[in-house]
Every structure is written in C-alpha cells, then in structure tokens.
C-alpha cells in the first residue's frame, strides 16, 4: 500500500477536528442562513482584520520559497486574500454600514488576536514547508465549509455569495495549487520536518475552529 501524501494525510488525522467544525453552530447557522446579523458582522470585522495578517503571513511565505514557482504563487495568493476576499468583506460592510472609522476602532477579539500572531510567527520563524503547513487549513479548511455548506443549498440565504466564494471552483483550484506545493515539499522533508508540519496544519486547524466559536459567541477582551 503507498503512503499518503502529506495532505492526505494531514487531513485524516484532523477529521474530527473538521467534523466538529462544520457543526459548530456558527456553521450551522451559516448554512441554514439564520444566523443573526450581529454574529455575522462581528464575524466579517474580525476576518478582514485577520485577512490583512494572513496576507502578510503569505507574502512571508513568498519571500522564503525556495524557487521562482513559490514566490509568484505565495505573492499573488497574499494578493488575492488582500483584495479578492476582502471584495466579498467590503460587500457586507456596506449592507450593515460598518463604517472604515468602526472596523478601525474594533480591536482584533482574543481569538483572532491568537491566530494572526500565530501564523505571523510561523511565517518569521520557522522554515517555508513550516509555515506553509500552518496556512494550509486557512484554504483548505474554508473550501471544504464552503462545499458542505452549498450543498445544503437554502434558498434566499443572506450569506450565500460568502458560500459561493469559498464552494467556487477557482477558491478550489487554488486550494489544490497550495497542496501541490506542500506535497512536493513534504516528499522532500525529514522526519523532523514532516512531524513539525503535521503539528503547524492541527494548531492552525484548532484556530479555524475556535475563530468561528469566537464570532458565535461574540468574543471580547474580559477587562
Ligand atoms: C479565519 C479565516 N480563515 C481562513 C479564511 C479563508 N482564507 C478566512 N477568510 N478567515
């Protein structure tokens, strides 16, 4: 029998992690499209300040990749977690009159202050196949929400362009344009390495998790 490759078989070890993911009932809600409003806006001003830092966290990974390949590839997907998805953030801002003075003034909330220093240290810190793993279940992750999600397909759905966005074939295909690389890298690396990039793909998949458990229950700083 052939071993997986390293994607594959990070995503079998995080299964339950993602199972319990799409039942968080921000997910649910998410899918059945009563999810209130406020959880929804509180949710879209923590994202677009966490796709600032996870663009940043990609433009890291650009600058480390060990070929020509990895640096256009990481460049243009720090570009488009900047402009492309902050498109769709931008959309719902305006529905809800967010004001760019309110998003501003909205501190990052604990959770997404965790996740964005985290994939910020790994990206300064730890080699580029390291890092890459902790940004894996940022698109895989959502891609994978964003297809269970349509496939429960409600009608009239508030939230269905952010489900469109993240089931749509071209957030699929660069998904799969991600894992490639890492699989390339992973086939290359160590036994230290791999272990290492098994740990950054759960830590980060972890945060995914608690970042949706964060907007559901509104989270703020205690004092
Ligand atoms: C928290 C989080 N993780 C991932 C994604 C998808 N890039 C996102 N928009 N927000």
Not at 41 to 65: C, E, N, P, T, W
Not at 121 to 146: D, H, K, N, Q, T
Not at 185 to 196: S, W
């Amino acid at each position: 029998m052939s071993t997986p490759c390293f994607t594959d078989a990070a995503w079998q070890r995080n299964l339950p992690l993602f199972n319990a993911t799409l039942a968080l009932p921000f997910n649910r809600e998410l899918a059945a499209g009563t999810l209130s409003r406020e959880r929804f806006q509180h949710y879209m001003i923590q994202d677009a300040h966490y796709l600032v830092a996870f663009g940043r966290s990609l433009a890291v990974a650009a600058a480390k990749a060990d070929d020509a390949d990895g640096v256009v590839q990481f460049a243009k997907a720090a570009e488009e977690a900047v402009v492309v998805e902050r498109a769709l953030h931008d959309g719902f801002m305006r529905e809800y009159a967010v004001s760019a003075a309110q998003f501003e003034a909205t501190p990052l909330s604990p959770v997404c202050h965790h996740y964005v220093h985290y994939l910020q240290s790994m990206g300064w810190s730890r080699s580029y196949p390291v890092a890459l793993a902790a940004l894996l279940p940022c698109f895989w992750i959502y891609a994978e929400v964003g297809r269970a999600i349509l496939a429960e397909a409600r009608p009239n759905n508030p939230y269905q362009s952010w489900v469109d966005t993240y089931a749509g074939d071209e957030f699929h295909a660069l998904v799969a344009r991600v894992r490639a690389t890492i699989d390339q890298l992973a086939a290359q690396a160590d036994a230290r390495t791999l272990e290492a990039m098994h740990q950054a793909y759960t830590d980060a998949a972890r945060l995914e998790w608690m970042f949706w458990d964060s907007a559901y229950r509104l989270g703020q700083w205690p004092c």
